[in-house]
């Protein structure tokens, strides 16, 4: 690796400038697979990783709440370079684990500043570098960093705060409301009464893991989620384990077989909803007590129109069969000292109510952006392949897949953003910026993400301030990853999308 230029590390000499030729933002799990592309496949580039959480794992350290898990099988979740051993769906802390050994086996923890929290970032044409704003939060001292290049990995969701909305009467609760995000430590629901307001992948998180201690579990929701459920193992890995394969062959052979299966649900979900629903209706009947009043797991929606949300081993219906936890479809009226008093009429007691309603988005984390002094509204902008803008030069946003793992796309991007950088210095360029080609020019701007493809109220609550999108595969996010895998490889730096100086 290059070394990083240092102009003044003195100790009390104000703000430390450094340059860096790529600046990745964020340590997650998006920002761990930035740093091992780049250093495997520019090693020549210099570059840091500034995370603002004080370690790594972005959402795995700072989801605290009971029973924290992934919802994606690790096979895919998983790096594609870094084979998994463990069961398909993970802990928090067995993830985190898992990033740590890429870290530790790639060198990369010299590579990575905590608590280091970017406030600004502003693009001079002149010198063709980003300056960005960063403050130690240890120390509060604030540092001007450059580079070339902004990597974004950061996420899409603020990590400071989950989303909560305001209903009348919560001031008058007299019992504790939480978020999952920022699950309070202190927090004992041994025999206490519990509601979780909420469906999706949260809530079937957090039920399982509260209802053997909680006196009882009330899971309020508006309208259902689809759930699909199998054991915490895989067959096939088992087989080719049991016949002594090397790991990176089980990764890669169960990796190819998971990612066929889901191409085949993912279609099915838009050729035919109608049986998919019901061999997902019929498989959560199966979990349940005979008579067990369906609507509660019957959405109005089709499959995949928002997220489905798995549930290993069928571990949230054994609460219900246990009468430990209740599901109750419903509507909030208000809160009430008690609990909560439904539209219905019905008045839920708790000691304690869980909001897990989600979470607000984040556009490339709420950092401000300027380009030659003019402030970026990303709203106004158009995506090139939904990773990055027209008019905003040098700067890459890691943002997965809805439907598949998100890791597939950081590693598809991975990639491409490499390609990239080894192509400008193939044109002897130092900047790149996406722009609209002269056929482009009469298409009017849609919506980054069409309602009836993929809706759920995180996404149409901050629809406004996302990028938008074209009519055609250059210019939007297809959310496509059987697409895309084939087609970003194969995608043509210089077909005019792309302009290089």
């Known amino acids: 690796m290059s070394q990083t230029n240092t102009m003044d590390r003195s100790a009390?000499?104000?703000?430390?400038t450094e340059y860096f030729d790529v600046l990745i933002v964020g340590a997650g799990i998006s920002g761990i697979g930035a740093a091992y592309h780049l250093a495997e496949q520019c090693p020549k580039r210099s570059y840091v990783v500034l995370e603002a959480q004080e370690t790594f794992g972005g959402t795995w350290w700072t989801h605290k709440y009971p029973g924290i898990r992934s919802d994606s099988d690790l096979y895919t979740f998983g790096y594609r370079f870094k084979p998994w051993v463990g069961p398909p769906i993970a802990t928090a802390a067995e993830i985190r684990n898992y990033m740590g050994e890429v870290i530790d086996d790639n060198r990369i923890a010299s590579h990575i500043r905590y608590h280091h929290r970017i406030s600004s970032a502003s693009f001079d044409s002149t010198t063709n570098l980003w300056t960005v704003e960063v403050t130690d939060t240890s120390t509060g001292q604030?540092?001007?960093l450059s580079t070339n290049f902004l990597w974004m990995c950061q996420g899409y969701y603020r990590h400071s705060e989950g989303y909560t909305p305001q209903w009348e009467g919560m001031d008058r609760f007299t019992g504790r409301i939480v978020h999952p995000q920022t699950w309070p430590t202190d927090l004992d629901y041994t025999d206490k009464t519990v509601i979780v307001i909420g469906s999706g992948a949260t809530a079937a998180t957090v039920v399982p893991a509260m209802a053997p201690t909680a006196r009882k579990v009330y899971v309020l929701q508006r309208s259902?989620?689809?759930?699909w459920t199998a054991r915490n193992g895989n067959d096939l890995a088992d087989q080719l384990r049991e016949l002594e394969v090397p790991e990176e062959w089980v990764h890669?052979?169960?990796r190819r077989r998971i990612l066929h299966d889901q191409e085949a649900v993912t279609q099915m979900s838009f050729n035919q909803a109608e049986e998919l629903r019901e061999v997902l209706l019929t498989d959560v009947k199966s979990h349940l007590p005979e008579g067990y009043d369906m609507k509660h797991f019957t959405p109005s929606y089709r499959p995949w129109q928002q997220r489905l949300a798995f549930v290993p081993d069928g571990d949230l219906f054994e609460g219900i069969k246990a009468g430990k936890a209740e599901m109750v479809t419903d509507e909030i009226d208000r809160f009430t000292e008690k609990g909560i008093l439904t539209k219905s009429g019905r008045e839920l007691e708790a000691d304690i109510i869980v909001t897990a309603t989600g979470f607000n988005l984040s556009v490339l984390g709420d950092i401000s952006f300027c380009v030659d002094d003019k402030?970026?509204?990303f709203a106004k902008t158009v995506t090139y392949r939904g990773m990055m803008?027209?008019?905003v030069p040098n700067l890459l946003w890691v943002f997965g897949y809805f439907r598949a793992s998100w890791t597939l796309r950081a590693d598809l991007l991975g990639d491409f953003t490499c390609r990239l950088l080894q192509h400008m210095d193939d044109l002897g360029a130092k900047r790149v910026t996406p722009q609209l080609r002269p056929e482009d020019l009469n298409e009017a701007p849609q919506d980054w993400m069409d309602e009836?493809?993929?809706n759920p109220a995180y996404l149409m609550r901050s629809m406004h301030l996302m990028p938008k999108k074209l009519n055609k595969p250059e210019w939007q996010h297809t959310q496509d990853y059987w697409g895309?895998?084939?087609m970003l490889p194969a995608a043509n730096l210089d077909d005019g999308c792309l302009h290089f100086v």
């Not at 009390?12 to 430390?16: D, L, N, R, V, W």
């Not at 259902?224 to 759930?227: A, E, G, H, K, L």
């Open 252 to 254: 890669e052979i169960v």
């Open 224 to 227: 259902p989620t689809y759930f």
């Open 375 to 377: 402030s970026v509204d």
């Open 389 to 391: 803008f027209t008019g």
């Open 12 to 16: 009390g000499a104000g703000p430390i």
């Open 142 to 144: 604030q540092q001007m």
């Open 452 to 454: 009836s493809n993929f």
């Open 484 to 486: 895309e895998k084939t």
